[in-house]
Structures are given as C-alpha cells and as structure tokens.
C-alpha cells in the first residue's frame, strides 16, 4: 500500500482563468467582442445606433398659413371690389334711369334695280329711311365712324352703306336717309327668286343688318366705347326702280356689347 502513488491534478498553466458563476460572461443588450466590451470602450456608439428622436420642421404649415392668408385676403378684396361696383352700378341707374335707344325703318326707295346686260349683274341703290329715337331725358348718345349697314335678301346681300356720325341729345329723335348701293354677280337667279317670291304670296322680306360704335355721355361723363348691333325684319310689296315701296311690316331689335 505504501507503493501506491497518489496522483494529483496538476492545473492547465495556459488555460484562461474561470470566470466567476455570478458574472455574466456577456452582460445583457450587448454583443461579444474580442477587443473587449463595446459598451464600455464606445460609450456613444449605443446612442448613436439607437433610436433618434422625431423632429418635425414646421416650415411647411408656415407657407400654408401664409397661402391660406393671401387666399383670404385676396378673396375679401375681390368681393369688397363687387360690392363697390354694384352700389355705383345702383346709383347711376337710380339717378339716370337708363333706356335702350328704339330704331325703326320708315321708308324705302328704290332708285336703281337694273340687270346688266353685259355679265348678267344686278345693281341696286336704296335709300333707307332710319328713325332713331333716344328716351333718356340726361343720358346722350355719340355716334362715332366705321359703321356699317346691309340689306339682304334671304342669303343675298343687295346692298350696303353706313351711318353719319353725329350726337343725339336727351328725349331726341333723329330720321336719317341712308344711300345705299350693291351688284349682284348672277343677277338673272335673283330677279326669278324675287318675282316667284311676289307671286306665291304678294310681298318680299327683307332683312337689314347694321353694326355701329357709339360712346355713351351720363351728364358731363363720356362713357368708353361701345359696340351695338340692330337687326330689323321688314315686308315690302315689291322691288322695282321708280316705283312706290310700300312696306307692310318692320320690326328691330337692339344688342349692345361693351
């Protein structure tokens, strides 16, 4: 018994040393490195790999609040300018009391309705007579230049001519006797139109067109210009040189446009 050796474990010199059992090998939230624990070496990695806070620009709810106000604004001014319009729109007519002028055809004559024996053309030379009324007692009327009046038959334009230019006063009536000339290129077509037209039913209708720029004058205050167009439907008995025109209906109708 006294030859039996006893064998005692010799300890592993390059063997690390045992980590004590209460410490955590890797402590928590945190990986293992070689180069040692990165939550102590790097203390600001963890914030800057974690998390950052949400920061909201208030830049865009400044420019919608400033399109918002100039929105508002500018509406406000538009509806204060409306407002303003129509109160003075309101006073003039108040105080002016504002009418359309009336026109109407009261005569014709035909001084010319010959067919050319040449090329077959028709020339026609009327002369119209126009009544223009003005029924406001402080309202003027100025007629300017550039005017220009048609009288058709159907869609044949016979002839052509203008307006004078004048003033019409407050509560006045002006007759004009307007010259009027045109040619008709086939004027044998025309001529067997009209005399059908007489036979079926005993009168011609004619229509005249007229397109003219006036300047209206509200007491000592001209107006800027404007455009008015008259259209009249008349009946006549026939259409013949030299001969009475009598005519059997006539009426007009008046649009302005500024």
Same mark, same amino acid.
């Given at each position: 018994?006294?030859?039996?050796?006893?064998?005692?474990?010799?300890?592993?010199?390059?063997?690390?040393?045992?980590?004590?059992?209460?410490?955590?090998?890797?402590?928590?939230?945190?990986?293992?490195?070689?180069?040692?624990?990165?939550?102590?070496?790097?203390?600001?990695?963890?914030?800057?790999?974690?998390?950052?806070?949400?920061?909201?620009?208030?830049?865009?709810?400044?420019?919608?609040?400033?399109?918002?106000?100039?929105?508002?604004?500018?509406?406000?001014?538009?509806?204060?300018?409306?407002?303003?319009?129509?109160?003075?729109?309101?006073?003039?007519?108040?105080?002016?009391?504002?009418?359309?002028?009336?026109?109407?055809?009261?005569?014709?004559?035909?001084?010319?309705?010959?067919?050319? $024996?040449?090329?077959? $053309?028709?020339?026609?030379?009327?002369?119209?007579?126009?009544? =223009?009324?003005?029924?406001?007692?402080?309202?003027?009327?100025?007629?300017?230049?550039?005017?220009?009046?048609?009288?058709?038959?159907?869609?044949?334009?016979? %002839?052509?001519?203008?307006?004078?230019?004048?003033?019409?006063?407050?509560?006045?009536?002006?007759?004009?006797?307007?010259?009027?000339?045109?040619?008709?290129?086939?004027?044998?077509?025309?001529?067997? =139109?009209?005399?059908?037209?007489?036979?079926?039913?005993?009168?011609?209708?004619?229509?005249?067109?007229?397109?003219?720029?006036?300047?209206?004058?509200?007491?000592?205050?001209?107006?800027?210009?404007?455009?008015?167009?008259?259209? %009249?439907?008349?009946?006549?008995?026939?259409?013949?040189?030299?001969? =009475?025109?009598?005519?059997? $209906?006539?009426? %007009?109708?008046?649009?302005?446009?500024?």
């Amino acid at each position: 018994m006294a030859d039996q050796q006893k064998i005692h474990p010799v300890p592993d010199v390059e063997a690390p040393p045992e980590a004590s059992p209460s410490a955590p090998l890797v402590p928590p939230a945190t990986s293992k490195s070689d180069t040692g624990n990165p939550v102590e070496q790097h203390p600001l990695n963890s914030q800057s790999h974690g998390p950052s806070p949400v920061k909201h620009s208030t830049a865009p709810k400044k420019r919608r609040s400033c399109c918002c106000r100039c929105m508002c604004w500018t509406l406000s001014l538009l509806l204060l300018l409306i407002v303003i319009l129509g109160i003075i729109v309101g006073i003039l007519y108040l105080v002016f009391r504002p009418k359309l002028p009336k026109y109407s055809i009261d005569g014709l004559r035909v001084t010319q309705f010959d067919l050319s $024996s040449v090329n077959s $053309s028709l020339s026609a030379s009327f002369d119209v007579n126009i009544t =223009a009324r003005n029924p406001n007692k402080r309202i003027g009327i100025y007629y300017d230049g550039g005017s220009h009046i048609t009288v058709w038959y159907n869609e044949t334009q016979l %002839c052509e001519g203008a307006l004078p230019k004048f003033y019409q006063g407050h509560k006045n009536t002006t007759v004009l006797v307007l010259p009027m000339t045109g040619q008709v290129q086939n004027g044998t077509v025309l001529l067997t =139109a009209l005399q059908q037209q007489q036979q079926m039913t005993g009168n011609i209708p004619l229509r005249l067109r007229a397109k003219q720029t006036v300047r209206v004058k509200l007491g000592s205050l001209k107006l800027m210009k404007m455009k008015f167009r008259i259209r %009249c439907r008349l009946v006549v008995n026939a259409l013949s040189a030299n001969n =009475a025109i009598r005519i059997s $209906s006539s009426s %007009c109708s008046f649009r302005l446009r500024l």
